[in-house]
């Protein structure tokens, strides 16, 4: 059974989670996702665990490709504003936060009291990451990516694909045991250092991640791997996310981070009921 430790208590994802997805930024991707006032904090947590979602991921730097690198000063002032009106409307709500700085990491723990930590870099960014983790010992979830969201476009040449990003996982892996960190989520990293068609390939090999006998979250809400081969944009790209999703959950994913929380939650009870009925 797949389970991480939530301030002392297993969160068990043998039924896949979802993990809806609240941007404080002014550039997102998606402009769906960007909420920045006050109100628009309120209302998007809300709609979030009133659709069923059970985890709020709170991004305070846009990760696309034409992005402003933020420093981790900058994203903390973005990050406060919302964790404080969060933490008073929402004491009890899960919350993980995306970053790949180690003081931002911290300062979500220790002062927020947030859950989880989600850093699209797996340590590359911030070396002090993996340390930090260790210390504030809460489960963290490690994607893969190349280079930083302003290069990774730019660093998709592998000798082998999967071979790589497994290789690539069970070093990342194998360093945090040794520090002693034992909830660790595996995010594939859809969209990042990787081309269109070596999305779909990875997607494909979805199922072999089981190797790693790690909670695995799949995000692919509303990206351009969709988009440009349905040949429309982040807003026309619900239904082949809901498609992706779908293939995600029979090949082993336990967590879904999207924007749209209430078709996620629909799409996890169907495939769950039809595997009731497997032989």
Do not use: C, W
């Not at 699209?120 to 809460?138: H, P, Q």
Request: glycine share 6%; net charge negative.
């Amino acid at each position: 059974m797949k389970t991480i430790n939530i301030k002392g208590e297993l969160l068990d994802l043998s039924f896949p989670l979802v993990m809806g997805i609240l941007n404080v930024t002014p550039d997102s991707f998606f402009a769906g996702s960007r909420k920045e006032s006050e109100q628009q904090i309120v209302d998007r947590v809300t709609e979030i665990i009133s659709e069923g979602g059970r985890i709020i991921d709170i991004g305070a730097q846009s990760t696309r490709p034409t992005s402003t690198l933020l420093s981790a000063e900058e994203e903390k002032e973005r990050l406060e504003f919302a964790l404080s009106i969060i933490n008073r409307e929402f004491p009890d709500v899960i919350l993980s936060v995306d970053t790949f700085y180690s003081d931002v990491a911290s300062l979500a723990v220790e002062k927020y009291g947030v859950a989880i930590i989600n850093d699209i870099s797996g340590g590359e960014i911030d070396k002090s990451m993996f340390d930090t983790i260790a210390r504030l010992n809460v489960p963290y979830i490690l994607m893969h990516m190349r280079g930083t969201p302003q290069t990774m476009s730019k660093q998709t040449d592998y000798n082998n694909l999967i071979q790589d990003i497994f290789y690539y996982f069970s070093q990342k892996v194998a360093q945090l045991h040794q520090l002693g960190v034992n909830d660790i989520i595996i995010d594939p990293g859809f969209g990042f250092s990787k081309t269109m068609e070596q999305n779909y390939e990875l997607m494909a090999a979805l199922r072999g991640f089981s190797i790693f006998e790690r909670p695995l979250l799949v995000g692919i809400s509303r990206k351009r791997m969709i988009a440009n081969l349905l040949d429309t944009d982040a807003e026309g790209s619900l239904n082949g996310t809901t498609v992706l999703n779908t293939f995600a959950l029979q090949n082993g994913a336990n967590i879904l981070r999207v924007h749209d929380v209430k078709e996620a939650v629909e799409t996890i009870k169907l495939v769950k009921k039809l595997e009731e009925y497997r032989f």
